[in-house]
């Protein structure tokens, strides 16, 4: 059985004879259920970008961290992801910590570190999420899906060669606001991005890849200018608006995604996005604030 | 002299013989920049909610304790608040500690706790939040200022009698989209509200007030379904467009704000805003997610 690079990419596992991380927060001698769950990774070069792995994937690690911590309660309702340095290639450590747990909604802290060669220890990302135990209530979008042409009638878009290797782990088939083809610095009137986007190989969707689709949109600066500025994401927020069995029902197909930027100022410049299922139903919104160099 | 009573609510103070907490984070031997900086805070009355204060403040609260560190780099880029309990009326500690500081930014995890009549230690909010040595770049924005009307030609909001106690604290001139004043459960046709707004009295801007302000719009769900379903914030993250010169700048003018709800999906649902000064400068972008009750 083949397992998919995205599930190898995520992958935690609990290391033999460590116990919870009595310095990992607060308190947690009174309380069993918030020792901080200890899992170890290890980075995948299909999801490689320049000088660390693709935001989307550590997102996706992050989550699954809280995923599989046995205390869990309900699933995730928002999930921000802060990328305090470059991830090296390599082992990983995640801490994933429930710091309160409410009736219906569990929060929590998360940290990757990695020790370098040196025998140092730096924390490279940190986390925080919100799950809940949800029931059923009156519900409804104020972001209707724009209409599209469907997935299958445009072109598949291909990365030019030699192409960060993350990008071949996804399709996407462009609608508007695709990257620029001319560098040639020419300002844009908006930064309007529309796009089928899935795993690639298709994979069903769950709450991690979710998470790692949110990161798809290409900086917004560089369809605005039209200029190659060097760009990384510095925090991102998703919000998920379905719960698994939604996903689950989305199954492999395309999801419609949506980006704009809002403000472009003195190094730092945020986006906003949308993602939603073939079926209209908004899936997950999402928020970035990106550094870039100019 | 008299103290805004703004400064009084997110006043912070270090708690004598309180050493740098060694259980609140990662590795903090190696590096003493790494070190949490503790401080303990009150609640205010003027800015009480229902069971707790306006959420806002408590934002204000935990970006304080960041800014107050000896250790700190830079000015706010964003902030992320996580609304895990309710903080109790009387005294709290916060934790601040810089978790990574690279070359021109800093990653940060903030957390508030407080102390139950048992002796129990709760953590009732965490934050994250990134500061930045900010550089002159290219700059502009995606999200021009609506047109609307001088604040001071339009009335200012007057809530009814038995309101919450915070709501005294900020000045509202609605422009648009104006709480129900009939609670028929008729659904409206959008989400969008826009308003003038600005502490009261009046107070020049900073990084505190503006992540305070940043939550002064009403949960979308009411204006939605004319319904006052009860509904309280989970996470909010705020993006700093402008620096601390930029804020100062716009002294105690007016802002105008402007959000709209995204989704409502089994008790919870998002919204995302908009924070330009009188000069139609974007100065904060802000979305979060609500917990609601229906």
Redesign the interface.
């Known amino acids: 059985m083949h397992t998919h690079a995205f599930d190898d990419a995520i992958a935690l596992t609990r290391p033999p004879g460590i116990t919870p991380d009595?310095?990992?927060?607060?308190?947690p001698g009174?309380d069993p259920g918030q020792h901080a769950g200890i899992y170890t990774g290890h980075t995948s070069p299909h999801y490689w970008n320049m000088v660390g792995p693709y935001g989307g994937i550590t997102a996706a690690v992050l989550l699954n961290a809280v995923m599989q911590h046995p205390a869990l309660l309900g699933e995730p309702?928002?999930l921000?992801v802060?990328y305090?340095?470059a991830v090296a290639a390599g082992a990983f450590l995640v801490s994933a910590q429930p710091?309160?747990t409410?009736r219906?909604?569990q929060?929590w802290?998360v940290?990757l570190?990695q020790t370098d060669a040196a025998g140092?220890?730096?924390?490279?990302t940190?986390?925080?999420a919100?799950t809940?135990a949800?029931?059923?209530?009156?519900?409804?979008?104020?972001?209707p899906m724009p209409a599209a042409p469907a997935p299958e009638t445009l072109p598949v878009m291909r990365p030019p060669a030699g192409s960060v290797a993350w990008i071949d782990s996804f399709e996407m088939r462009g609608i508007q606001g695709g990257i620029p083809t001319l560098w040639d610095g020419r300002?844009s009137a908006?930064?309007l991005t529309r796009l089928w986007l899935r795993d690639h190989p298709a994979r069903p969707l769950d709450f991690m890849s979710l998470a790692s689709l949110a990161d798809l949109f290409y900086p917004?600066i560089w369809l605005?200018?039209a200029l190659r500025t060097p760009a990384g994401t510095?925090?991102m927020?998703v919000?998920f608006?379905?719960?698994g069995a939604q996903l689950a029902a989305t199954g492999s197909g395309y999801l419609l995604g949506q980006a704009?930027?809002?403000?472009?100022?003195?190094?730092?410049f945020?986006q906003?996005g949308?993602l939603w299922n073939p079926q209209g139903r908004?899936l997950a919104?999402t928020?970035q604030?990106v550094?870039?160099?100019?």
Chains 1, 2 share one sequence.
């Not at 009595?22 to 308190?27: V, Y």
């Not at 140092?120 to 490279?124: A, K, S």
């Not at 550094?291 to 100019?294: H, L, R, T």
């Open positions: 009595p310095t990992a927060g607060h308190d009174h309702i928002s921000t802060n305090a340095g710091v309160r409410n219906s909604t929060h802290c940290t570190t140092e220890t730096q924390v490279t940190t986390a925080t919100v809940a949800r029931r059923q209530t009156w519900s409804a979008s104020d972001s300002e908006d930064s917004r605005r200018r510095v925090s927020t919000y608006h379905a719960d704009q930027g809002q403000a472009y100022r003195n190094g730092f945020d906003t949308q908004l919104t928020h604030i550094y870039f160099k100019a």
